[in-house]
T-cell receptor
Framework: AQSVTQLGSHVSVSEGALVLLRCNYS??????LFWYVQYPNQGLQLLLKYTSAATLVKGINGFEAEFKKSETSFHLTKPSAHMRDAAEYFC?????????FGAGTRLTVKP | DAGITQSPRHKVTETGTPVTLRCHQT?????MYWYRQDPGHGLRLIHY???????DKGEVSDGYSVSRSKTEDFLLTLESATSSQTSVYFCAISEVRDRDGYTFGSGTRLTVV
């Protein structure tokens, strides 16, 4: 079965700094990969998805992620953090019709 | 998201009582899912449905049952609630099983005392 590992349960950055949230996956077949964002007291919202087209995927709110098959990674980045980016972020992998979520990374943005 | 609503938003119940959570969608999506969210575990699938009266178990289905009598409604029932079922429950929908990602409801915070 596929699995997802998010490195770092908490990440703190200063406003304007680079955001890097790490995600590694394991899958026996080419996977679909996703990043979701969760704001307090809300459900998860899809940020972006990789579905075997371009390896660099652009999402909403200025986020992007790069699929690296050799590293089995799908890290999420944003060049310049904004206060409104403070939230919890979940990486997810889907293969054979089974979607698995990582444990989440809470992003804090300091002024 | 207006296309998917969960009720109630909050519930406190006593150990041993039955509890039903409701998920309602207006998107006419085929697939509906129930997840629970717990700190350190991310989201774990409880049950999902691939059509009216068609359901299957997920990763953590023990102690839960589901029903889907109409396309738009997916009910999650805790037959006899336990403290270990205190959690935040999310419903999600999708048109296809995995390719496009899911749309989530706002969640139900359930406390079993």
């Amino acid at each position: 079965a596929q699995s997802v590992t998010q490195l770092g349960s908490h990440v703190s950055v200063s406003e304007g700094a680079l955001v890097l949230l790490r995600c590694n996956y394991s899958s026996s077949v080419p996977p679909y990969l996703f990043w979701y964002v969760q704001y307090p007291n809300q459900g998860l919202q899809l940020l972006l998805k990789y579905t075997s087209a371009a390896t660099l995927v652009k999402g909403i709110n200025g986020f992007e992620a790069e699929f690296k098959k050799s590293e089995t990674s799908f890290h999420l980045t944003k060049p310049s953090a904004h206060m409104r980016d403070a939230a919890e972020y979940f990486c997810a992998v889907s293969d054979n019709n089974d979607m698995r979520f990582g444990a989440g990374t809470r992003l804090t943005v300091k002024p | 998201d207006a296309g998917i609503t969960q009720s109630p938003r909050h519930k406190v119940t006593e150990t041993g009582t039955p509890v039903t959570l409701r998920c309602h969608q207006t998107e006419n999506h085929r697939y509906m899912y129930w997840y629970r969210q717990d700190p350190g575990h991310g989201l774990r699938l409880i049950h999902y449905s691939y059509g009216v009266k068609d359901t299957d178990k997920g990763e953590v289905s023990d102690g839960y049952s589901v029903s889907r009598s109409k396309t738009e409604d997916f009910l999650l029932t805790l037959e006899s609630a336990t403290s270990s079922q205190t959690s935040v429950y999310f419903c999600a929908i999708s048109e296809v099983r995995d390719r496009d990602g899911y749309t989530f409801g706002s969640g139900t915070r359930l406390t079993v005392v």
